[in-house]
């Protein structure tokens, strides 16, 4: 038996999955992970596989995330030959997402407006425009598309994400009372993670320390009383929160 030869073999598998595994968690924004897979390979890797790549297996979301990780082009290259095959909405908002997701806005807002003119009170196509705005550091273009969405008789199915996104918005355009008003709704109204430190966060840019204290205690309080797979999408806000407070 060589023994050299099954370690040099071994070597590489780990080194492989090390490397699939940092690029995921990049592309994914699950950055918590980078410094236990760096320093700790295998074991990174094999914590990584349980509680991020089996639930997607399991869920049925991982092929199609991994080939949006690893094969953007290919994604992209798709929904092209669908426009093409069939210059519908639907296909040039599939296409105008998949853009964006590799962050190529400037394409994607073009497809969206593209669409809005044929539906310009269309809640769907609003609110992914105000998103690409959003992405696109058009704060301004961004508000304007999630008020006319807001405006729509269906509003009630816009998403949480897209208020706090609103919210967010709100704030880099130096509109602070109207952000804290929707910073403070999304809190109320969904109890949302992500919308509790953002709301700290821009609370302790007012120097309004103890109000932000407040907002990041409670989700070092209540994290772990959600579901396993809340507690997975949320845990970035969570670690974010504990640096926020010691800095407080």
């Known amino acids: 038996m060589n023994i050299f030869g099954l370690w040099s073999n071994y070597y590489y598998l780990v080194v492989g ?5 940092i ?12 410094y236990l897979l760096i320093f700790l390979p295998m074991i990174g890797c094999i914590i990584y596989f349980i509680r991020e790549i ?18 953007p082009k290919a994604v992209i290259g798709e929904w092209e030959r669908r426009v093409r095959l069939s210059d519908t909405v639907a296909n040039k908002m599939g296409l105008a997402a998949a853009l964006a997701d590799q962050q190529q806005y400037g394409r994607a807002i073009a497809l969206a407006e593209e669409c809005r003119q044929s539906f310009p009170r269309d809640l769907g196509i609003l609110q992914q425009l105000g998103r690409f705005y959003f992405y696109d550091q058009r704060y301004a273009e961004s508000i ?30 130096g509109m602070l009372p109207p952000a804290e008003e929707v910073y403070k709704k999304v809190v109320r109204v969904h109890h949302s993670i992500a919308a509790m430190y953002h709301y700290g966060a821009f609370l302790k840019k007012q120097n309004r320390n103890k109000e932000a204290l407040q907002q990041f205690q409670t989700i070092k309080d209540e994290f772990y009383l959600h579901p396993r797979y809340v507690r997975r999408m949320n845990a970035q806000w969570l670690r974010l929160a504990k640096k926020e407070m010691a800095g407080l």
């Open 17 to 21: 999955l090390q490397i699939i595994c």
């Open 23 to 34: 690029i995921h968690c990049l592309k994914t924004g699950k950055r918590d992970y980078l």
């Open 54 to 71: 089996l639930p997607e297996i399991n869920s049925g979301e991982f092929f199609p995330n991994l080939q949006r990780v690893f094969f």
């Open 144 to 173: 304007a598309c999630m008020e006319k969405a807001f405006a729509q008789s269906n509003a009630h199915l816009i998403k949480q994400e897209d208020e706090l996104m609103y919210a967010r918005a709100l704030e880099a355009t």
